[in-house]
């Protein structure tokens, strides 16, 4: 719960008018439904039900959201407002992109390290499905067209799922593009 509400103040910023915010909960026994309640303006849509797992959940989201362009978000997220205004101005300027990855900053709490992560500068990524294991990628990097989603498919119920879904985007022909913004 506590990281839930850190993460809602975050959202604050980060979401603009026409934006949805739903939050899928795996039906948790803490305090999250409080938090939840105290944040009722901001959140449009709250599920509590239990799940098969991550990628159960963000597929719930998914098929319950309406907007054009899809960014996950976990409670432990910091996502830049800035750029992700920036990264959805690539996306309306550039209509046939299904899926737009952008970089970022990850800290390892295992390794107590951060990395950071982006594509070398001049890569081509997108153009091979060898570039998924060339190049590292991740879900917080990721935001989704919805409308690609009806030739990709939603997120695999695997232990890898954010990389599954890109190599089942590649295979759908979909097109991936990275851009070097910071976005988290």
Do not use: W
Request: glycine residues 6%.
């Amino acid at each position: 719960a506590s990281l839930f509400e850190k993460s809602l103040e975050r959202s604050k910023h980060l979401k603009k008018r026409g934006d949805e915010l739903i939050v899928v909960d795996g039906n948790s026994r803490d305090k999250t439904l409080k938090v939840a309640n105290k944040y009722r303006g901001l959140i449009d849509k709250f599920i509590s039900e239990p799940d098969l797992n991550p990628s159960h959940a963000v597929n719930k989201a998914i098929l319950n959201s309406k907007g054009k362009y899809i960014k996950l978000l976990t409670d432990d997220d910091v996502v830049y407002s800035g750029a992700m205004k920036k990264a959805t101005s690539v996306l309306e300027m550039n209509p046939k992109i299904d899926i737009l990855e952008c970089g970022g900053i990850l800290y390892n709490s295992i390794t107590q390290k951060t990395d950071v992560f982006y594509k070398p500068p001049g890569t081509k990524f997108g153009k091979n499905i060898d570039d998924l294991f060339k190049y590292r990628s991740n879900g917080l990097s990721l935001i989704l067209r919805r409308k690609s989603l009806a030739k990709i498919g939603l997120f695999p119920m695997d232990p890898i799922a954010d990389a599954t879904f890109l190599i089942n985007a590649f295979k759908s022909d979909a097109l991936i593009k990275f851009c070097r913004i910071k976005l988290y």
